[in-house]
């Protein structure tokens, strides 16, 4: 696939898949973005249109309480 290339039916089927699977797998937008060739915006529309719940900017900010 050719970067910036319109992707449709089923070969945008199989790239949300995979899009999913690496952001559910821990991978940040960011990263598949620069990975894919892909802006974040693509990235984040194809996950969103997916049915991604989105993770909250800036990780886990929750301490661990202390034993």
């Known amino acids: 696939m050719?970067?910036?290339s319109r992707i449709t039916g089923a070969a945008r089927d199989q790239l949300a898949?995979?899009?999913?699977?690496?952001?559910?797998?821990g991978a940040s937008i960011r990263s598949i973005a620069d990975?894919?060739?892909?802006s974040y915006g693509f990235?984040?529309?194809i996950l969103t249109e997916a049915g991604v719940i989105l993770r909250?900017?800036?990780?886990?900010t929750?301490?661990?309480p202390s034993s």
């Open 35 to 38: 990975s894919t060739g892909r």
């Open 43 to 45: 990235v984040h529309h």
């Open 56 to 60: 909250r900017r800036g990780g886990d």
């Open 2 to 4: 050719d970067k910036g």
């Open 17 to 25: 898949a995979e899009l999913k699977a690496a952001y559910e797998g």
């Open 62 to 64: 929750r301490s661990k």
